[in-house]
């Protein structure tokens, strides 16, 4: 596992600064902001379709061995992605099963889709305006209830849209920024995600965690919201070059794989491949290529 980055301590503690308080108007309202109730049966369920619907689409979902999620330490967990393809949700819900499984999750969606599937609420996710104060004053209030408890986890894409991953260099919305200099203590977590073809007809979704920041408010270091935007920004960065550079190696033994997908042509050409090698009295595999 990958432990908290060494950096210099104006990088890694947090000052709560009024000044950063005072950047939407408003104060410490966390504990007055009502959380979503998440159904665990209807979680349970959309998980398992979500697993279901990406092993139907994809040829594996992997992990890089090298970028392996940290150890949460107890803490409540911030996981910043890039934001490339509609897939990102179910991946993630994917992921957060394998290896969070005693967090609850959390994640932002616009407030206008959230009215038309009102379901996405018992899952977790919370209405916020886009592109509006109010809606940055929503996202920082709900954000900071959800990181009161250590056993809660934060799922966004400050990108804000979609974005191809090869897009330098990498900018966020201010919400991140400003989120880090109101919380008491979380764990700030960047994660890579690529959806590439290798060698067989589906293709292979291949993601990365990066180095977590361990972010707190008992010391006074002077780090702004810009600045904190702008030092996750470069940590995702960095987690999406490593990531781009396994997916150029292709090389199955730099990753774990998670789930196995489809495979092979399909039709009547599998069928024929299957007959033929039962008639030489060889093991019948439907994949393409080796990896």
Same mark, same amino acid.
């Given at each position: 596992?990958?432990? %908290?980055?060494?950096?210099?301590?104006?990088?890694?503690?947090?000052?709560?600064?009024?000044? =950063?308080?005072?950047?939407?108007?408003?104060?410490?309202?966390?504990?007055? +902001?009502?959380?979503?109730?998440?159904?665990?049966?209807?979680?349970?369920?959309?998980?398992?379709?979500?697993?279901?619907?990406?092993?139907?689409?994809?040829?594996?979902?992997?992990? %890089?061995?090298?970028?392996?999620?940290?150890?949460?330490?107890?803490?409540?967990?911030?996981?910043?992605?890039?934001?490339?393809?509609?897939?990102? =949700?179910?991946?993630?819900?994917?992921?957060?099963?394998?290896?969070?499984?005693?967090?609850? =999750?959390?994640?932002?969606?616009?407030?206008?889709?959230?009215?038309?599937?009102?379901?996405?609420?018992?899952?977790?996710?919370?209405?916020?305006?886009?592109?509006?104060?109010?809606?940055?004053?929503?996202?920082?209030?709900?954000?900071?209830?959800?990181?009161?408890?250590? +056993?809660?986890?934060?799922?966004?894409?400050?990108?804000?849209?979609?974005?191809?991953? +090869?897009?330098?260099?990498?900018?966020?919305?201010?919400?991140?920024?400003?989120?880090?200099?109101?919380?008491?203590?979380?764990? #700030?977590?960047? #994660?890579?995600?690529?959806?590439?073809?290798?060698?067989?007809?589906?293709?292979?979704?291949?993601?990365?965690?990066?180095?977590?920041?361990?972010?707190?408010?008992?010391?006074?270091?002077?780090?702004?919201?810009?600045?904190?935007?702008?030092? #996750?920004?470069?940590?995702?960065?960095?987690?999406?070059?490593?990531?781009?550079?396994?997916?150029?190696?292709?090389?199955?033994?730099?990753?774990?794989?998670?789930? +196995?997908?489809?495979?092979?042509?399909?039709?009547?050409?599998?069928?024929?491949?299957?007959?033929?090698?039962?008639?030489?009295?060889?093991?019948?595999?439907?994949?393409?290529?080796?990896?």
């Amino acid at each position: 596992m990958t432990q %908290s980055a060494s950096i210099p301590r104006t990088e890694f503690q947090l000052a709560t600064s009024s000044s =950063a308080h005072s950047a939407f108007g408003i104060g410490n309202l966390a504990s007055t +902001r009502q959380l979503p109730k998440v159904s665990r049966p209807l979680l349970r369920w959309f998980i398992w379709y979500s697993r279901r619907y990406v092993r139907r689409h994809f040829h594996s979902l992997r992990v %890089s061995l090298k970028g392996l999620p940290p150890e949460t330490r107890e803490l409540p967990l911030v996981i910043y992605s890039n934001h490339a393809s509609w897939w990102d =949700a179910l991946v993630c819900l994917v992921l957060k099963e394998q290896f969070f499984p005693g967090h609850t =999750a959390f994640a932002p969606i616009d407030a206008a889709m959230l009215a038309r599937y009102k379901f996405f609420q018992r899952l977790g996710f919370f209405g916020v305006e886009q592109h509006s104060r109010r809606g940055a004053i929503q996202f920082l209030r709900t954000a900071e209830a959800i990181l009161q408890s250590p +056993r809660n986890l934060l799922a966004i894409t400050p990108q804000g849209r979609f974005v191809d991953v +090869r897009e330098r260099p990498i900018r966020f919305e201010s919400g991140l920024g400003h989120l880090a200099t109101r919380v008491q203590r979380a764990l #700030f977590v960047p #994660f890579a995600a690529e959806y590439v073809f290798w060698e067989e007809r589906l293709p292979e979704i291949l993601v990365r965690f990066g180095e977590p920041v361990h972010v707190c408010s008992t010391h006074t270091a002077d780090f702004d919201a810009k600045q904190w935007s702008n030092f #996750f920004e470069q940590k995702l960065a960095t987690a999406q070059d490593a990531l781009a550079a396994e997916v150029l190696r292709r090389e199955p033994g730099d990753f774990q794989i998670l789930l +196995r997908g489809g495979a092979g042509q399909g039709g009547v050409y599998d069928w024929w491949r299957a007959a033929k090698a039962k008639w030489r009295g060889e093991k019948f595999r439907k994949e393409h290529g080796s990896k």
